[in-house]
């Protein structure tokens, strides 16, 4: 019996704790990476953890992810580097202070840029590539909280969810193009650098390798919409279900 191919990877935001985490699982695997980030001193670290970890490649690229203009230039670049690309995940993002960017333009739109814009082009991008390649799995990162307008977090929860949508109109043009997918991964509470200010006490909080195995195994199969941990599924089923005049009283 012949070893599947390995797998070339691409990561736009690898030095994201939930990214690294799924870097981890990829190098075990002999893949071949792509890593991208902001800070080419904490990439090459990661790098040297990947390699020894087993990974057949790393290459580290330092770039704003919110600036590029030609996303489909880059990943032909990458794909030069490591002999083509199986896969990409879309991981930067950034949650913004919900009060601060009810009033200050230029925090709502950094928000808006990098969790929608920014992801959306990349996406774009990768479907473009993998449309053509007939195969190629494209998984972005969204969040529970695109799946309801809440107070506490909507700026942050509007971008997920246009990211949301785009990726349901990619996953239904893929279906179409041999082997390749896309999948939506939606976290809930997850304990990384971005919560870092919260309490993280509750059992509703997940590690990033719990959330990497999830995104691992989506890789190989499943989507296009995964909650993570499955739980989310049935929290935000019912978040979602609460009439306005109960959900205007609660405080989430
Ligand atoms: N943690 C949660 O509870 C949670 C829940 C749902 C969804 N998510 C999503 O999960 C993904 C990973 O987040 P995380 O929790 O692992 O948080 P994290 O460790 O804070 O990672 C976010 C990463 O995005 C990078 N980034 C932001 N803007 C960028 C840009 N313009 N160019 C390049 N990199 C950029 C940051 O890089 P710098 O270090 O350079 O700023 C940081 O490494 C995000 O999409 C987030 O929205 C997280």
């Not at 032909?76 to 990409?88: A, D, Y």
């Not at 799946?147 to 700026?155: E, I, K, L």
């Amino acid at each position: 019996m012949t070893a599947p191919p390995a797998r070339r990877v691409v990561i736009l935001g690898a030095q994201s704790a939930i990214a690294e985490a799924c870097a981890r699982r990829f190098a075990a695997e002999s893949a071949s990476l792509v890593i991208v980030g902001r800070d080419l001193g904490r990439l090459n670290e990661i790098a040297n953890d990947l390699a020894a970890r087993g990974a057949a490649q790393v290459h580290a690229a330092a770039l704003d992810l919110a600036a590029e203009q030609r996303p489909a230039e880059r990943f032909l670049e990458w794909g030069h580097r490591i002999g083509g690309v199986t896969h990409v995940l879309i991981a930067f993002g950034t949650l913004g202070d919900q009060t601060r960017m009810e009033s200050d333009v230029d925090a709502a739109r950094l928000a808006l840029e990098t969790n929608f814009t920014a992801a959306a082009l990349w996406a774009l991008a990768a479907a473009d590539l993998f449309e053509r390649q007939r195969s190629g799995v494209l998984v972005a990162i969204g969040s529970v909280a695109g799946d309801r307008g809440r107070r506490s977090n909507y700026v942050y929860g509007a971008a997920k969810a246009g990211l949301g949508v785009l990726m349901q109109g990619i996953a239904h043009r893929l279906h179409h193009a041999g082997d390749a997918r896309a999948v939506l991964i939606k976290p809930g509470l997850v304990e990384t650098p971005m919560t870092g200010h919260m309490d993280v006490s509750g059992r509703l909080w997940a590690r990033p390798e719990e959330i990497a195995a999830i995104i691992h195994r989506a890789g190989a199969k499943g989507g296009p919409v995964v909650y993570a941990p499955a739980r989310w599924r049935w929290i935000m089923l019912a978040i979602r279900a609460l009439p306005a005049f109960v959900m205007h009283h609660t405080r989430l």
